[in-house]
């Protein structure tokens, strides 16, 4: 069993009487460990330690409040809310494997009870005909409605009468589930470039979304997701996929530090209802085990 972050900075503690530079160096060891990732680590710390020096502190509490105080910045939150008779469109990205197309449904869940009129889940992932068939699934299941293609259409089409479907009922969400085939990316960047235009065409002015889905298991190479995800297309937020709080979850530190982008929602679980909104000071909480 993996130990989570909060517990290996409890260990430390009891392990140092002293809040030293050897504290500090299996300090920064723990980070990178909890997936703050290399660089980060050493400038929380190497800040941390400067200020713990300064304000002679010594008590446990004390260096987390700090490590708090600098991880705050980083970690930030976006609400996303559909507005009232315009035409949203959510486009939902990320490789195969992070529980994309579940996350997909739990949000459409998630609106649909929150009171949002009229939303549509769009199989865009046309080239896996399981994504289609599961997203159809969902659908049933959920009791919202799915627009889809045959298997290999054009994705893009897809979102395209998707939208053109919200907007001819006065309004409403498009949440498009996309294709995640990082292996071949220069084809898949391509394509979310081309859904990216025609989505950007149909929604209504401010309307228009990327988040990208991530698993909070995966550490750095989540950042990597998320670096090529957003140089394709740019990203507005992010979701936390597969976050407990015994996760290491630094992930969103390092996310939110290196390329500035606010997390949506976290998931804990593979129920449609365990989709939460994401709070940052309870999940730095979490992390620090404040």
Known sequence: MKISF????????????AIDSAFFDELTDALIEGD?????AFELVEKAEAICKERKISEEKEVLL????????YVNFI??????DKTSVYLVLGVNGVGKTTTVAKMAL????????NSIMAAADT??????????????RTGVRVVAHQSGADPASVVFDAAESVKSHGGGLVLADTAGRLHNKENLVRELQKIDRIAKQKADEGCY???????????????????????AVGVDAIVLTKYDSTAKGGVAIAIGKELGIPVAFICTGEGYKDIGVFNPDTYINEFLGL
């Open 36 to 40: 703050v990732g290399a660089k980060t």
């Open 79 to 84: 609400s996303l809310q559909p507005e009232k």
């Open 6 to 17: 909060a517990q290996k900075i409890k260990n430390l503690f009891g392990f140092h009487k």
């Open 110 to 117: 998630h609106y649909k009870k929150s009171g949002t009129q």
């Open 66 to 73: 700090v490590l708090k105080e600098l991880i705050t910045p």
């Open 127 to 140: 080239f896996r005909a399981a994504a289609i068939e599961q997203l159809q699934i969902h659908g049933e």
């Open 209 to 231: 979304k990327k988040i990208l889905v991530i698993d909070g298991t995966t550490g750095q190479n989540a950042l990597r997701q998320a670096e090529v995800f957003h140089e």
